[in-house]
């Protein structure tokens, strides 16, 4: 990952963030152009990147959520609960969760319903009504 941010990072307008692997996996990498999207914070969390900020052209707000999920189901069920606990505060947001999911199926919690396929996810309502 590092040596793409080496290679790539001559790149005028681009910018990034990163969460290194441990181990031998794990490691994620989020990349933007900085004239498209003004990113106002950056954070991370256990196998998650997250970047926040609003795109220039619109000025619409967005989060966006890179997920590596461990193929185990014990560490996939953890890492939901903190990714749920993470959505809720971003109700009524722009909110984009991607990544490599590792064929978790769906879930809904606190309002957040979300459906999955293989290594996609989309958001599909954040309506605490629901």
Same mark, same amino acid.
């Given at each position: 990952?590092?040596?793409?941010?080496?290679?790539?990072?001559?790149?005028?307008?681009?910018?990034?963030?990163?969460?290194?692997?441990?181990?031998?996996?794990?490691?994620?990498?989020?990349?933007?152009?900085?004239?498209?999207v003004?990113?106002?914070?950056?954070?991370?969390?256990?196998?998650?990147?997250?970047?926040?900020?609003?795109?220039? *052209?619109?000025?619409?707000?967005?989060?966006? #959520? +890179? $997920?590596?999920?461990?193929?185990?189901? &014990?560490?996939? =069920? %953890?890492?939901?609960?903190?990714?749920?606990?993470?959505?809720?505060?971003y109700?009524? *947001?722009?909110?984009?969760?991607?990544?490599? #999911? +590792? $064929?978790?199926?769906g879930?809904?919690? &606190?309002?957040? =319903? %979300?459906?999955?396929?293989?290594?996609?996810?989309?958001?599909?309502?954040?309506?605490?009504?629901?």
């Amino acid at each position: 990952m590092i040596l793409f941010v080496l290679r790539y990072g001559g790149v005028p307008h681009m910018a990034f963030s990163f969460r290194l692997s441990v181990g031998a996996s794990g490691g994620l990498l989020t990349l933007w152009d900085r004239e498209e999207v003004d990113i106002a914070f950056s954070f991370s969390f256990n196998h998650v990147l997250a970047v926040g900020g609003r795109f220039l *052209h619109s000025n619409e707000e967005f989060v966006l #959520f +890179n $997920v590596y999920a461990l193929c185990d189901v &014990g560490s996939q =069920s %953890v890492l939901w609960e903190n990714l749920s606990a993470r959505l809720v505060a971003y109700v009524g *947001h722009l909110v984009c969760v991607c990544g490599d #999911f +590792n $064929v978790v199926r769906g879930w809904r919690k &606190g309002g957040v =319903s %979300v459906f999955c396929i293989e290594h996609l996810m989309f958001l599909l309502s954040t309506n605490l009504s629901m």
